[in-house]
């Protein structure tokens, strides 16, 4: 049976991330089954866990996914290492739904606080104990002090817990610092320092944080019946993958391969043509930065058009944006894409469109209603076509619809989580 910890903090940029991918390589390295997971619509994160200890990492989103799916995604063997997202208690408006504290309940695991220590000394106190004591159904069972200047600073912020059981102490290092861009840390694959920076990371952990005691405070996780999973939109299913491309939930392949869908990857940036398939799934992911390769990768776009009169054809974000007639970088630059949507987008003026979604599709593969999210810098110039989707956002709000149907091609900039 599967035993778990979750590794929370009080906000965004305490250091969880790292800390995270720290303790997955010193354990993976000890030869323990150790696996991460993350709380949220993360693409990126998961990509890093794998790296770090060689196992699958799935995403847990406590705001789309049921509490039943949560825990099958959970079971497994071993120590499963859960990174949350943003605050611990931080989630959707208007409740804070989906916050990390919501795994906690349903998983019924403990909490350890990565507290940034940097800036604070005894007022640390006030942080935890706040944390600790806001609900009584999330067990803040420990601490990790992060950015911790000194060893006298180490000594003022361990006299200031007092009893409450500190974990370890991370001194502050400008090794441990993780490139980011504008929807989080730089890819996995782009990171050619990456073994380097895990292997440096795992091994100041090793001395900085009592990793015996943060094991020992794992709890089991309880078996889940079956959850309902995604139904495939074909038997053959061809996915692009590469680096304009990475934005793909692996439970939605699962899904489709355990309900006996073949699964085909290709790479668009490769100028792969698409395989034979009776669905073609491009994901989300970067197709701004690599405009110019997906414009020049005419065998990938004639095959694409030539699949579009056999094939349902499906882009999420970035592949929606390929999709379209062009693409607008951040320079200004123009790039012809499929034209397969009478769309028109742009990356010179940025708007952030963040959220999650709740979808009632109107054609497309996909049985509504659905669970997703949006979260993107794109700027849509033109849409023109049927939509494909109506939207409410996590309020309930009404946004309108969203998406093109052209034929058998759809798309649009959600992306698709779980069933609703």
């Not at 952990?205 to 939109?233: C, F, H, N, S």
């Not at 009632?360 to 669970?371: K, Q, R, S």
Request: charged share 20%.
């Amino acid at each position: 049976m599967a035993r778990g910890v979750i590794l929370a903090a009080p906000a965004s940029g305490s250091g969880k991330t790292t800390v995270t991918l720290a303790l997955l390589r010193l354990l993976a390295r000890r030869h323990m089954a150790v696996r991460g997971a993350k709380s949220g619509p993360d693409y990126i994160d998961p990509r890093f866990h794998e790296a770090a200890c060689a196992a699958p990492c799935v995403n847990l989103d406590a705001w789309a996914m049921t509490p039943e799916r949560i825990r099958a995604l959970a079971a497994g063997d071993g120590l499963l290492i859960i990174e949350g997202a943003m605050g611990l208690f931080d989630g959707a408006p208007p409740d804070g739904r989906g916050a990390v504290a919501d795994l906690a309940r349903h998983l019924a695991l403990p909490v350890v606080l990565v507290v940034d220590a940097g800036r604070m000394a005894q007022s640390v106190t006030a942080l935890v104990a706040g944390f600790a004591g806001h609900d009584p159904d999330v067990h803040v069972a420990g601490v990790i002090l992060n950015n911790v200047g000194s060893e006298r600073h180490e000594r003022i912020l361990r006299a200031a817990l007092g009893s409450r059981p500190v974990l370890g102490a991370v001194r502050r290092d400008p090794d441990l610092a993780l490139p980011s861009r504008h929807l989080g840390l730089v890819q996995a694959e782009e990171r050619a320092d990456l073994e380097a920076f895990l292997e440096r990371a795992a091994d100041i952990v090793a001395d900085q944080i009592d990793t015996d005691a943060l094991v020992a405070l794992a709890t089991p996780i309880a078996p889940a019946p079956e959850a309902g999973r995604i139904a495939p939109p074909a038997q053959v299913i061809a996915v692009a993958r590469d680096e304009a491309f990475a934005f793909c939930y692996p439970h939605m392949l699962q899904d489709w391969h355990s309900r006996g869908a073949e699964v085909k990857v290709f790479s668009p940036l490769a100028d792969d043509a698409v395989p034979e398939a009776g669905f073609v799934f491009l994901p989300g992911g970067y197709p701004e930065l690599h405009a110019g390769r997906i414009a020049g990768a005419q065998r990938f776009i004639q095959s694409l058009k030539n699949a579009s009169q056999t094939s349902d054809i499906y882009g999420e974000c970035g592949g929606y944006m390929v999709l379209g007639d062009g693409l607008i970088d951040a320079e200004g630059t123009r790039h012809a894409m499929a034209g397969l949507l009478r769309l028109e987008t742009s990356f010179q003026q940025r708007r952030l469109h963040l959220g999650y979604r709740r979808l009632i599709p109107h054609a497309g593969p996909f049985e509504g209603p659905l669970m997703a999210h949006e979260f993107h810098y794109a700027t849509t110039l033109s849409a023109k076509g049927a939509p494909l989707f109506t939207s409410t956002d996590a309020e309930g709000q009404v946004l309108g619809e969203t998406g093109l149907v052209e034929g058998r091609v759809t798309g649009s900039f959600a992306h698709v989580i779980d069933r609703g």
